[in-house]
């Protein structure tokens, strides 16, 4: 059975660095474009970054670039998110959530298996 | 960046009536690449509707999806009472980024 269990929130300074994982199980990772999805309190879901299978390369959304780093370990069948620079509008629920395919076909992209969240909430 | 709006806010309907849900793109974009989310509280977001109109595996055939170039609609026809949630619909076909739209919540009348 497919499975993503997401891990590695808690509470962090502004300023400060987290870094999630999400473990999976019942698929290899590697194999498909892989991605985090964030839900701040009572908000709506937003497109955070994105890991293509095989080559790797990394997208992300402009609210987080240059301070997130998406990666994955094959050999663990992991993927994690290298939150760094945080911010008080960066508390917000995560996702991992798996594509439907590898990245390279567009029609492929969008979201069919989610974990279930780890809750990251930034504050002094 | 597509920006897609949806509507209304918020939709209060009976069991056993019909939803009709909106998502509308502030441009056109490849294909018919959206897809519909479910979320109930305290849960993750599961996919109802891809490209458009194609349900994912175990959704049951009320929900239907519709629409192309900038004008999608999800409809749930004969609500259950599981079906009280909120919607998103996302756009992957001028990605990145992937972007989602704000949410319809669907509650008991």
């Known amino acids: 059975e497919l499975q993503l269990l997401e891990s590695g929130g808690g509470l962090v300074q502004p300023g400060g660095s987290l870094r999630l994982s999400c473990a999976a199980s019942?698929?290899?990772?590697?194999?498909?474009?892989m991605n985090w999805v964030r839900q701040a309190p009572g908000m709506g879901l937003e497109w955070v970054s994105s890991?293509?299978?095989?080559?790797?390369?990394?997208y992300y959304a402009d609210s987080v670039k240059g301070r997130f780093t998406v990666s994955r370990d094959s050999a663990e069948n992991t993927l994690y998110l290298q939150m760094n620079s945080l911010r008080a509008d960066d508390t917000a629920v995560y996702y991992c959530a798996k594509g439907r395919g590898g990245w390279s076909t567009p029609g492929n992209r969008y979201f069919d298996s989610w974990g279930r969240g780890t809750l990251v909430t930034v504050s002094a | 960046e597509i920006v897609l709006t949806q509507s209304p806010g918020t939709l209060s309907l009976s069991p056993g009536e019909r939803a009709t849900l909106s998502c509308r793109a502030s441009q056109s974009f490849r294909s018919t690449y959206l897809a519909w989310y479910q979320q109930k509280p305290g849960q993750a977001p599961r996919l109802l509707i891809y490209d458009a109109s194609s349900r994912a595996t175990g959704i049951p055939d009320r929900f239907s999806g519709s629409g192309s170039g900038t004008d999608f609609t999800l409809t749930i026809s004969g609500l259950e009472p599981e079906d009280f949630a909120v919607y998103y619909c996302q756009q992957y076909g001028s990605s990145p980024p992937i972007t989602f739209g704000q949410g319809t919540r669907l509650e008991i009348k």
């Open positions: 890991i293509r299978a095989g080559i790797g390369t990394t």
């Open positions: 019942g698929f290899t990772l590697s194999s498909y474009a």
